[in-house]
């Protein structure tokens, strides 16, 4: 099992998504939530779980289906084997 890192900006997109989430349904944050805990365990477990974004960064990304909205996780893997959650975007936002 890879060790997960959240860098600063992950964590920031996370709170902002889940508090714009929670002030249409508090219900669907909360889901929301869980989603992205277990997609994050699984993705500690499998670190190749994601697509290659191709654009020769070496960074992946990772589609969590919610109902209404899905979640984009875009990681890397480090020279470590650590696997770091570089931003969180949801499916119509654009993210570098």
């Given amino acids: 099992m890879a060790k997960l ?3 600063p900006e992950a964590v ?5 998504l889940l508090d714009d989430l929670r002030a249409r349904s508090p ?3 909360r889901r929301a939530a869980q989603a992205v805990i277990r997609v994050t365990r699984r993705l500690a477990e499998e670190a190749m779980l ?3 974004m191709g654009d ?8 969590v289906p919610l109902a209404g909205i ?3 996780l875009r990681y ?3 020279e470590a084997g ?8 949801g499916g119509g936002e654009q993210r570098a």
Avoid: N, Q
């Fill in 5 to 7: 890192v959240w860098l």
């Fill in 12 to 16: 920031a997109d996370l709170d902002r």
């Fill in 27 to 29: 219900e669907a944050a």
């Fill in 50 to 52: 994601g697509r290659p």
């Fill in 56 to 63: 020769g960064t070496g960074r992946r990304e990772l589609l």
């Fill in 70 to 72: 899905g979640l984009v």
């Fill in 76 to 78: 890397a893997l480090d």
């Fill in 82 to 89: 650590r696997v770091a959650l570089i931003r969180i975007g």
